[in-house]
């Protein structure tokens, strides 16, 4: 199973970027997706997800409201991030295979991750 993401960046504040991810070599189409960040010496925090049937989005309280998750098939899923804060920077992982509720966004024993995608917001 490959997870490639693409669109990171450098913004300055209030700015706007989008991510994509693809996944592909998944046997099912019926695993959840989702999005996580990672700043160093900091756990990597999931910050939105699709389940599965695309039926239920979740997103964190840091970025409810200013990203917009799509998913755009079974294999593909974007996210639109807009009015960027310096605190959004991170390294943005995208992930398959995911535990994907609300209130929750996390990995899983099966979990497949991308290599990740560097988004620098300045101030």
């Known amino acids: 199973v490959q997870v490639a993401e693409s669109g990171g960046g450098l913004e300055p504040a209030g700015g706007s970027l989008t991510l994509h991810c693809s996944v592909s070599?998944?046997?099912?189409?019926?695993?959840?997706m989702g999005w996580f960040r990672q700043v160093p010496g900091k756990e990597r925090e999931g910050i939105a997800c699709?389940?599965?049937?695309?039926?239920?989005l979740y997103y964190a309280d840091s970025v409810k409201g200013r990203f917009t998750l799509s998913r755009d098939d079974a294999y593909s899923l974007s996210l639109q991030m807009n009015n960027l804060e310096p605190e959004d920077t991170a390294m943005y992982y995208c992930?398959?295979?995911?535990?994907?509720?609300?209130?929750?966004?996390?990995?899983?024993?099966?979990?497949?991750w991308g290599q990740g995608t560097q988004v620098t917001v300045s101030s």
């Open positions: 699709s389940e599965w049937r695309g039926a239920m």
């Open positions: 070599g998944l046997r099912s189409i019926s695993y959840n």
């Open positions: 992930a398959t295979a995911i535990r994907c509720q609300p209130g929750t966004v996390a990995a899983s024993r099966q979990t497949y």
